[in-house]
């Protein structure tokens, strides 16, 4: 009872297409609101009234017309903003393109991303190839980051973000 040996079965192939991989991934949607509202208290708003008070003052004693004109719009601007609530956007990223509402950003258009957390939500600075294209910064829950960063981490490099001096400065005075 001689028994032939066998030959060897074929070693699968352990790293298929990355191509293939990316087109069975499939999309992924969600809604989240367009950035972190913070409620402002009364004395959040007596304290930029002191503020913008003083730049007007401040205005005044220069004594140019356009520049009292910009303290007042900027005044008045940013209250109105500081009290508008976020919108809820709808997103949906697969392997070639996040669509935020009716706006569609091809992923070849970025370099890189990077998570942050900001209290109990979490989002994701989409960091540009151009260079004075601002970050694109969307907003998700716990239970769609896994897959949202599988996705975008096939195409681009995830790396450490910071937060530039006007996030710092407007986290900081909770706007």
């Known amino acids: 009872m001689d028994e032939q040996p066998q030959p060897p079965a074929p070693v699968p192939n352990l790293q298929p297409d990355s191509q293939k991989q ?13 950035y972190t509202h913070n409620t402002k208290s009364v004395g959040w708003y007596l304290g930029f009234g002191v503020a913008m008070l003083v730049i007007i003052i ?19 601007a940013l209250a109105v903003v500081s009290n508008r609530k976020p919108q809820i956007l709808n997103y949906v990223l697969n392997a ?3 669509q935020i ?25 989409l960091i540009p190839v151009k260079r004075f294209m601002p970050a694109i910064h969307i907003y998700f829950t716990e239970e769609n980051g896994e897959k949202i960063v599988d996705i975008l981490s096939s195409h681009l490099t995830m790396q450490q ?15």
Do not use: C, N
């Open 22 to 34: 990316l087109d069975v991934m499939e999309p992924i949607s969600w809604s989240a609101a367009e």
């Open 58 to 76: 401040v205005s005044i004693r220069v004594g140019s017309p356009t520049f009292i004109l910009l303290a007042v719009v900027m005044a008045v």
């Open 101 to 125: 509402d009716q706006k569609s950003y091809a992923i070849s258009e970025f370099k890189s991303f990077g998570v942050t957390s900001e209290g109990t939500s979490y989002s994701i600075a």
């Open 161 to 175: 973000t910071e937060p530039d001096f006007v996030e710092k400065f407007f986290s900081k005075i909770h706007f």
């Open 96 to 98: 070639s393109k996040l």
